[in-house]
């Protein structure tokens, strides 16, 4: 049994957990909402440490990270649990599931997944990811912690649903983070995901201010987030606040778990392609077959940067230290 992190005891054998915002106030016996932190006895435990339900080598741009060691693997780990609840989940059986009911876990301790990584071909790292990583928070940290003194790089694949403190604890273990920000609206947040937007975009600001490598992902569900007046106000607002170098990842939905939503129209995607493009230098189409806007261009003169077909990778026109070859302009890439 593992003690977590980031909690203080009420009367009455009540704990309060302030890992996230959702702050849950627990009695004996209760989990959270992430369904794997609980009160025994008056102590607050993590119900998943030391143990993954997922764990495999993948390309480093499904993560999607497009602009941080192109070309490269990285170890993946993920658990059970999350601390949104979207009705078009695309993970759900992992992510929205009670970790005492689950059965696939693999014990393993943060030193094992180092040495795995370390033997992994062409692996710079660890990536935690698949489902919410920041409730495996402290699992995550421990490994992150350990694995940066190895040489090996750390990546977060997450909602962003996390209170200040422990974001800025774990931000200098972390080398790179793609961050879901679902939709502009307050109102999709509480509807969809039972989250709140400000929690997120605080996150995003917070992290693109430790200058950690950050892109964002952006799931377009027809009809709930398409609006083009208020998704033109979202990347606008990334421009202005996280910055225009910020890659932005619009994936195409698929109907998933409560959601029965015919997926994205591509018209869709490309209109909102061109209204990304008009205010952030790398804009991508994910879950879709297109090379055209799954590439990366030089900001400065356009010249093709990397070629990308599915996980196929081709570095072309880069330099050492990421600028275009052509004209020497910077394209936000880490190699
Ligand atoms: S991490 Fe889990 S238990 Fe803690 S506040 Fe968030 S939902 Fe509640």
Redesign the pocket.
């Given at each position: 049994m593992q003690e977590a992190l980031y909690?203080r005891k009420l009367d009455d054998n009540k704990i309060q957990?302030?890992?996230?915002?959702?702050?849950?106030i627990?009695s004996i016996d209760q989990?959270?909402?992430?369904k794997?932190?609980s009160n025994k006895n008056g102590t607050l435990i993590t119900e998943v440490y030391n143990k993954v339900a997922a764990l495999g080598s993948d390309p480093i741009e499904k993560k999607p990270l497009y602009h941080f060691y192109p070309g490269s693997a990285i170890l993946s780990i993920g658990e059970v649990g999350c601390?949104l609840h979207c009705n078009f989940c695309q993970n759900h059986r992992i992510s929205q599931c009670e970790a005492k009911q689950f059965s696939g876990f693999h014990n393993i301790t943060s030193k094992r997944i180092i040495k795995e990584a370390l033997k992994t071909w062409n692996n710079i790292g660890i990536a935690y990811t698949y489902n919410e990583p920041?409730?495996f928070?402290e699992f995550m940290l421990e490994t992150a912690e350990k694995a940066a003194s190895a040489g090996l790089k750390n990546v977060v694949v997450s909602n962003g649903y996390i209170n200040q403190q422990p974001l800025l604890k774990l931000l200098p273990f972390i080398d790179a983070f793609n961050i879901d920000l679902k939709a502009f609206s307050d109102d999709f947040y509480q509807t969809y995901t039972k989250g709140k937007l400000n929690a997120v975009l605080k996150s995003l600001e917070t992290i693109a201010q430790s200058q950690t490598h950050l892109e964002i992902t952006n799931l377009v569900i027809p009809g709930l987030n398409d609006d083009l007046a208020e998704f033109e106000k979202m990347v606008k607002w990334i421009a202005e606040k996280l910055g225009a170098e910020t890659p932005l990842h619009l994936s195409r939905y698929y109907p998933q778990f409560k959601m029965n939503i015919e997926q994205t129209p591509l018209e869709t995607l490309n209109s909102l392609y061109k209204i990304a493009k008009k205010h952030l230098q790398h804009v991508y189409l994910g879950n879709v077959s297109d090379t055209e806007r799954s590439s990366t261009y030089c900001p400065g003169c356009g010249a093709v940067l990397i070629e990308r077909n599915r996980y196929k990778t081709e570095l072309n026109n880069l330099s050492a230290e990421g600028t275009c070859k052509t004209c020497g302009s910077q394209a936000n890439i880490k190699l």
């Open positions: 909690y957990c302030e890992l996230c915002p959702w702050n849950c627990l989990s959270g909402n992430c794997v932190r601390n920041f409730t928070y």
